[in-house]
């Protein structure tokens, strides 16, 4: 039987056109709850990583475990765990590995392996900045999704995301057109913009208007909810934005109720969402 691609399993969870909720993987030890941290570091983070899953699973279009909040603590192995553990027990959720890559076709290779292969990722970051050529090899990979960082939540972004070409267009006008355009040979490409720039989420959404767009910045950065989805909604069969939030969700409670907590942070965005939806209706 063909394997469902990252596309099919999104709409999937869009078929509640409300839940646009992403919670993002991004452990930090010091920020574990007291009883977890009492546990050794791979023990701890498994434990507090599961939870949050099963706590936010119902409502939640993907999850995006953070690479480097991994890596850097030699856990690599403890983020196989939790793919795994995602395919295993929420097979129709998502996992976008957010991993930034970027570099010379015969090394991005690799980078895909890595992330499609080693992972089991349904879906990986990617930078552009190395041009067409370097994400060949991440678009090679049927089914796969490939998110290219557009315009991303941080404030320096527009130092040269924003840099006018030519002609007059914007550098992340050119790459969301590259992206949806010429890029997208597997029908499943992205894009990365902030919530912290509604007005350049309208401007993506219009120059792609048949792509995903992964939208962090809501939530710890102050993103604005309610002007990301009225920005970049596009209708109910095709919602078309994953919304994603990290420190708000993980970090919701500092006491023993955090899973509890967590549960409660991602039901307030879904309603968050719907309760926008329903105004604009
Ligand atoms: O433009 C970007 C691209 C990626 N990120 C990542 O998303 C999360 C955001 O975490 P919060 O705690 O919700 O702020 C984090 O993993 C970033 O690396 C981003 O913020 N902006």
């Known amino acids: 039987m063909a394997q469902t691609t990252f596309l099919?399993?999104?709409?999937?969870?869009?078929?509640?056109?409300?839940?646009?909720?992403?919670?993002?993987?991004?452990?930090?030890?010091?920020?574990?709850?007291?009883?977890?941290?009492?546990l050794p570091l791979a023990e701890g983070v498994w434990v507090f990583c599961r939870e949050v899953i099963e706590a936010c699973a119902p409502c939640v279009c993907a999850f995006k475990p953070q690479i480097a909040h991994f890596a850097a603590l030699g856990l690599e192995?403890?983020?196989?765990?939790?793919?795994?553990?995602?395919?295993?027990?929420?097979?129709?959720?998502?996992?976008?590995?957010?991993?930034?890559?970027?570099?010379?076709?015969?090394?991005?290779?690799?980078?895909?392996?890595?992330?499609?292969?080693?992972?089991?990722?349904?879906?990986?970051?990617?930078?552009?900045?190395?041009?067409?050529?370097?994400?060949?090899?991440?678009?090679?990979?049927?089914?796969?999704?490939?998110?290219?960082?557009?315009?991303?939540?941080?404030?320096g972004s527009a130092e040269l995301q924003a840099l006018e070409l030519a002609g007059g267009e914007r550098l992340f006008e050119r790459v969301a057109r590259l992206a949806a355009g010429p890029w997208n040979t597997n029908g499943q490409a992205g894009l990365v913009v902030g919530a912290t720039w509604p007005q350049e989420v309208a401007q993506v959404?219009?120059?792609?208007?048949?792509?995903?767009?992964?939208?962090?910045?809501?939530?710890?950065?102050?993103?604005?909810?309610?002007?990301?989805?009225?920005?970049?909604?596009?209708?109910p069969e095709f919602p078309g934005l994953i919304l994603n939030s990290s420190r708000a969700i993980l970090y919701a409670s500092e006491g023993e109720d955090w899973q509890d907590a967590a549960a409660a942070a991602a039901q307030s965005v879904h309603a968050a969402v719907r309760a926008v939806l329903a105004d604009r209706a």
Do not use: M
């Open 8 to 38: 099919e399993s999104l709409r999937e969870r869009w078929r509640d056109p409300a839940r646009l909720l992403c919670v993002g993987l991004d452990p930090e030890p010091e920020r574990l709850p007291r009883s977890v941290r009492r």
């Open 77 to 155: 192995g403890v983020l196989e765990r939790l793919i795994t553990h995602v395919k295993l027990n929420h097979p129709d959720v998502p996992v976008i590995l957010d991993a930034k890559r970027g570099d010379i076709g015969s090394t991005a290779r690799h980078y895909a392996r890595e992330a499609f292969e080693r992972y089991g990722a349904d879906a990986v970051t990617v930078n552009p900045y190395l041009g067409g050529d370097s994400l060949e090899p991440f678009f090679a990979w049927p089914g796969k999704g490939v998110f290219v960082l557009c315009r991303t939540s941080n404030p």
């Open 205 to 235: 959404r219009r120059l792609a208007p048949g792509v995903p767009l992964l939208v962090p910045g809501i939530g710890a950065q102050g993103g604005d909810l309610a002007a990301t989805v009225r920005a970049g909604w596009c209708r």
